[in-house]
C-alpha cells in the first residue's frame, strides 16, 4: 500500500489568532517516540499515538472506529510508510479530506527489498508478507536520524512558525542517533559470529548497518508458528551455516526460537526492535533500548 503523498493545508499552529492546539496524529509507537523528540518545546500542538503502545509491528491491524474518529479530528497524519500501515489504505482521508498525511519513509535511500527473493535464506514455503520495500526502518538508528529529518520537514510546512525549533530538534536528534548508529557499526566489526537468524524481518536495516548476516528467518509472521517442514529447513541452515544465535523479539512468542536452539545447540536471545514499548515511555526510551541491544549482541555473538 503506497501511502499519501504529502499533502498541504492550512490552519495550523502558528498562523494568526489559531483556535485550538494542531492535532499530530502518530500510527506506531516508533514514529510516535521520533515525532516527540522533533516536538519537544512546540506550543500550540497536542501529539498523541494511534495505535496501542504494545503493539508492536501492525501488519495485520485493522482500524477500529475510535481510530477513524481520531483522524477525523486530527489535522496532520505522521506513519512509517512503505506498506506497514496497510490498515490506513484510503481511511485515512474518507472522513477527514484536509488531513495532512506525512510518509516518513519519503525520499529515504538504502531501502532494502522485501520479497521472497530476499538475499538471506528462508524456510521452504517462506515468503514475506509484501512485495516492495521492508519497512522496518525503525529498527536502525540510522533510519532513525533520517526519518526525523522528514517529519520535521513536514512539520515545518504545516507549522513554518515552528520550523526553527522543528530543525533544530530534528539535527540534535538525527546527531544522537547518528553517534549511536557508529556504535553498532563498531561492534559488528568486533564480533566473533556475525551470522544470526532471526525471528521476522524487522532487524534487516540493523543488520545491514552491522554487517550481520541474516541465515534465515523463522517464519513469514513474527507472530505465527513455522510448519514442520519450515523447522527443518531453519535447522538444517542454522547447522550448515553455523550460525552464532538466534534472536526473538519481546513482542512475540519465544518458544518457536527456543525449540531450535534446543535442537541445534545455538544459543537464543531477545532483541528489542523498539516496535512497540510502555505508554509512558522516556523521550530516550529507543535509545536505552537499543543500547541494551547493543550488549546483547556482542555479549551472545562474542567479541574478537
Known amino acids: 500500500m503506497a501511502l499519501l503523498a504529502l499533502l498541504v493545508c492550512t490552519g495550523f499552529a502558528g498562523e494568526s489568532a489559531p483556535t485550538k492546539k494542531t492535532q499530530i496524529l502518530c500510527t506506531t509507537f516508533p514514529i510516535f517516540q521520533i515525532a516527540r523528540n522533533v516536538t519537544q518545546g512546540r506550543d500550540g500542538i497536542a501529539l498523541s499515538l494511534m495505535l496501542p503502545a504494545g503493539l508492536g509491528c501492525p501488519h495485520d491491524y485493522a482500524l477500529t472506529p475510535q481510530d477513524m474518529r481520531r483522524m477525523s479530528s486530527a489535522q496532520i497524519l505522521v506513519a512509517n510508510g512503505l506498506g506497514l500501515e496497510e490498515f490506513l489504505a484510503d ?3 474518507k472522513g477527514n479530506t484536509n488531513l495532512v498525511v506525512v510518509d516518513t519513509s519519503r525520499g529515504i535511500t538504502g531501502l532494502l527489498d522485501y520479497t521472497e527473493d530476499d538475499d538471506h ?3 521452504a514455503g517462506h515468503a514475506h508478507e509484501h512485495e516492495g520495500h521492508n519497512p522496518h526502518l525503525f529498527a536502525s538508528p540510522r533510519m532513525v536520524a533520517k526519518i526525523a529529518v522528514n517529519i520535521a520537514a513536514a512539520l515545518a510546512k504545516a507549522d513554518p512558525a515552528g520550523r526553527a525549533l522543528y530543525e533544530k530538534n530534528a539535527a540534535d536528534y538525527a546527531a544522537r542517533m547518528t553517534k549511536l548508529a557508529d556504535e553498532f557499526v563498531a561492534a559488528g566489526k568486533s564480533l566473533r559470529n556475525n551470522r544470526i537468524v532471526t525471528q521476522h524481518g524487522v532487524f534487516d536495516y540493523l543488520a545491514q548497518d552491522m ?8 517464519a513469514e509472521h513474527s507472530n505465527q508458528s513455522p510448519s514442520a517442514a519450515q523447522m527443518l529447513a531453519v535447522v538444517k541452515t542454522i547447522r550448515e551455516k553455523n550460525a552464532g544465535a538466534l534472536f526473538t523479539e519481546p513482542q512475540y512468542p519465544a518458544r518457536t526460537a527456543k525449540t531450535l536452539a534446543k535442537e541445534t545447540g545455538v544459543p537464543v536471545a531477545a532483541l528489542d526492535p523498539v516496535a512497540s514499548g510502555p505508554d509512558n515511555a ?15 549482541l556482542k555479549t551472545v555473538l562474542g567479541t574478537k
Open 282 to 296: 522516556a523521550l530516550d526510551y529507543y535509545e536505552t533500548t537499543m543500547r541494551a541491544n547493543l550488549e546483547t
Open 121 to 123: 535464506d528462508e524456510p
Open 91 to 93: 481511511a485515512a482521508v
Open 211 to 218: 554487517k550481520l548476516d541474516i541465515v534465515a528467518v523463522i
